[in-house]
């Protein structure tokens, strides 16, 4: 079983940058495919970025590609999103999910979820 926490969210202004971070419990971590994904409201949940526990390739949305980073350090079980140039269009509550699998980049491989933390963009 893994938690997943997620902080660093808020409101900052178009072109700024936030960091989340996702701290996760369990001893498992380091085997665990780490995501990050958004819903905006009245939006699906969407897909931003992955990164894969076997050989650390990540993977971004177009949309975000360029702009977000995503990392980890498995000695403090946490996984990052660096956001930068943000837009108004990246208003979302942002999650952090867990995968057993070496890649996903789809929702319905994760097994485990964070409860979301709010980023908006202001114009």
């Known amino acids: 079983q893994v938690q997943l926490v997620e902080s660093g969210g808020g409101l900052v202004q178009a072109g700024g940058s936030l960091r989340l971070s996702c701290a996760a419990s369990?001893?498992?971590?380091?085997?665990?495919?780490m995501g990050w994904f958004r819903q905006a409201p009245g939006k699906e949940r969407e897909f931003v970025a992955s990164?894969?526990?076997?050989?650390?390739?990540?993977y971004y949305a177009d949309s975000v590609n360029g702009r977000f980073t995503i990392s980890r350090d498995n000695a403090k079980n946490t996984v990052y999103l660096q956001m930068n140039s943000l837009k108004p269009e990246d208003t979302a509550v942002y999650y952090c999910?867990?995968?057993?699998?070496?890649?996903?980049?789809?929702?319905?491989?994760?097994?485990?979820w964070g409860q979301g933390t709010q980023v908006t963009v202001s114009s």
């Open positions: 369990g001893r498992t971590f380091s085997r665990y495919t």
């Open positions: 999910a867990g995968s057993a699998r070496a890649y996903a980049v789809i929702s319905g491989l994760y097994d485990y």
């Open positions: 990164l894969s526990w076997i050989d650390g390739a990540t």
